[in-house]
């Protein structure tokens, strides 16, 4: 089997993981199935370097990416009135199955999700000149560049229902220190929980865009809370912390920097944790620091049992 029906396949099952936990009423597993699917569909559509899709065929990705979100969102808020109903959802695994022979016109009048621009770790490292340009040129000025998309209010998730004897876990993001804290524009967070492979465990989560800033440091104070019990999370897996700028000059958002937090890092109380240099490296096999200076990512963890 080649790779990329080997990566239909992968959509395929876990579409129908999501709609079957979406049927047995399942609803928290059904978001998080969703939401992942969602993020790997519009991976692809991003993909500048990828021949095994059409261009037509990733538009019709991003659509199934869209109606994804919107069946998740559907679940998130009963009293919606743009509800997206699971036997229309269900009425899309045909499309994803055949992906690759499908042209018929698309059954819902919907839009791929726009997305920021993600760049390939090579390009973000080639752009670091461009970068120091950027501050040297005193890029806080926005005005003119109404094109971007920051992360604005976020899109951080509730907490999950209580169960009992098992974890859940609230980490506040109190603040990074960066020794050019004061020019990061729209800066914001993206938080994901990986396997050892590097695959999302849960749906990622971004914070609303910070707006204090203080010497070396950005004040976040945003609670985030973790979407998966801490006794289900597997061996090996990881909470990873990505800071991201929006770049005026090239108009995108970028990774300048990131964290992570191992299982046996969770404890309550405050954690201070090391920042690596970019690409993000989510098997955490090559890692940089970022700095020799005592700048770190300081967060406070609170776990909530159920017994």
Not at 87 to 112: C, G, H, R
Not at 189 to 200: A, F, H, P, Y
Not at 229 to 257: D, M, N, Q, W
Not at 261 to 281: C, F, N, Q, R, S
């Amino acid at each position: 089997m080649s790779d990329v029906n080997k990566t239909i396949q992968k959509w395929h099952a876990s579409f129908r993981k999501g709609t079957d936990f979406d049927s047995w009423g399942q609803l928290v597993e059904a978001i998080d199935e969703y939401q992942i699917l969602a993020r790997q569909l519009q991976k692809e559509v991003q993909a500048t370097n990828s021949p095994d899709f059409t261009e037509e065929q990733k538009k019709t990705l991003g659509k199934i990416a869209t109606c994804l979100e919107m069946r998740s969102a559907s679940l998130q808020c009963t009293q919606s009135k743009e509800e997206f109903k699971l036997e229309d959802l269900k009425k899309l695994e045909a499309i994803i199955k055949s992906i690759l022979t499908y042209n018929k016109e698309f059954p819902f009048d919907v839009q791929p999700v726009p997305l920021r621009k993600i760049l390939a770790p090579g390009e973000e490292e080639n752009l670091e000149l461009e970068e120091e340009e950027d501050a040297a040129a005193g890029a806080g000025s926005t005005e003119a560049f109404p094109q971007r998309a920051p992360a604005s209010q976020g899109t951080l998730l509730p907490r999950l229902p209580s169960e009992p004897g098992m974890t859940l876990l609230t980490i506040k993001i109190e603040k990074i220190g960066l020794k050019d804290a004061g020019q990061c524009i729209d800066p914001y967070m993206t938080i994901s929980v990986k396997d050892l492979n590097g695959v999302d465990l849960n749906p990622v989560q971004d914070t609303p865009v910070a707006t204090r800033k203080e010497d070396t440091y950005i004040h976040f104070s945003v609670d985030v809370e973790i979407q998966r019990h801490v006794e289900k999370l597997p061996k090996g897996a990881a909470i990873f912390f990505e800071f991201k700028h929006y770049k005026p000059k090239k108009r995108f958002t970028s990774t300048k920097c990131f964290a992570f937090m191992e299982m046996d890092e969770i404890k309550p109380g405050p954690i201070v944790i090391e920042l690596y240099k970019k690409p993000t490296d989510f098997k955490r096999k090559k890692l940089q620091l970022l700095t020799k200076k005592p700048l770190y990512l300081h967060l406070h963890q609170t776990l909530h049992k159920d017994s």
